[in-house]
């Protein structure tokens, strides 16, 4: 059953928002210790709530979007009352002490945390193999990574552990584990959904998004999640569309006079076997009326450097307040290699920064590429290609950091720019999944939606 048509069942009382929790209990019980996805769960306050839903559903109250439906939250967002550790010792006693905006917004619609997700250690990572707790194991593709930062809330959707997940978005975080694990991830456009509450990678990159196994579940949750915070200075005070009502039987219809660009720089970046696949999905959107034109972008060597560049610097700016003085332990003192690397750079980079050698020059190209993918977007109304250009590894092959890296050489972009982008599964090479992405204007978010649920109809 899709999520939206399980969230009807449960307003009519014709599913049990119990018995919906249980349901995920019993496989979370069976399957969490191999595959590590939760790092936290608290059954007895889900089932008070669960209980609370089941008895005024009773009453025929209405209830919010999210009735009953259960929900894991990645461990670098603050939920009340669970540890919020980021996956790192620094802040292993941490418990949260309030709820972040995007967190009260899913409790007004009576959506049940379940839980908090693994991730890599401060969302620095693209595999989960950062974290303090050890690696999630990729459910749909046995042994492997489920890709990163956020790979315990895309492993959670995709193990069947819960209905919907949230992650965070800083260069890929969302979509690309969305991508290795065969769900559907969105990052939506920059200052759509309050970041208020989630603990910083870098400021100038991170969104908040939705993890779902069908585009009924990212409009849901989109729509429980965006709009203006007045307590977060970068949200848009815009008017929010109605993400569900885009969620119809003629979804694909909507492709119908679409104009898809496809990068070729996307494609040869990426190995054949992803390309394969991407391909066939484009001719499947083809024949479903859709027009694809291709395009060419200029800069794509460009882009993990300056993402990178920035990236150290602003976590090297927000890790100041891990001091030791608040939160017990100084994090340079306890952190993963991969934190102490992009602080020590970070603190170079800045101390150097007066002869505007490495911070500036960054910028600059920062506006170069959100220049010209602006340029690019003006003639189309998506772009289409690969989401990460590799498959994801086996657990326990070592990667060097410039490998690492690479991974997100195609989802970096969006973030440069501040786009909205999005991933869902296109196919599989010998059983592991391969993503779709799709990349539109800024605020066009429901663009990407519609593209979604028309691509699920015609898989
Ligand atoms: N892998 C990228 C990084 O390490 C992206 C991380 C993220 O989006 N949180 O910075």
Redo the contacts with the bound molecule.
Sequence with gaps: MNLLGKSESINNHEITASENLEQFYQEIEKNNSNLNVFLETDIDNARNMAEKIDSRIKKGEKLGKLAGLVIGVKSNINVEDFHITAASPTLENYMGSYDASVIQRIKEEDGIIIGMTNM?EF????STETSCFGCTENPSAQGRIPG??SGGSAAAVAAGFCDLSIG??????IR?PASHCGVMGFKPTYGVVSRQGLLD?AMSFDQIGPFAADAGGIALMLETIAGFDHKECTTIDWEVPQFTSLIGEDAVNSLKGMKLGIVKQFLEVSDDPIVNIIEESVNKMEEAGAEVVELSFDYIDLCLPTY?LI?YVEFFSATRKYDGRKYGHRIEEVCGEEVLRRIHIGSYISQKEYSGKYYKKALQARSLIRREITRLLKGVDAIAGPTVPKLPHKIGNTLKPMEM?A??TLTVIANLAGIPAASLKAGEVNGIPVGLQFQAKPLEDAKILKLMAAFEKIE
Excluded: F, K, R
Aim: glycine content about 20%; hydrophobic content about 15%.
């Design positions: 890599d969302a620095a990572g693209s990163g930062s965070s978005d800083t260069g890929g975080s690309n990678l990178y990236n890296y991974y997100d």
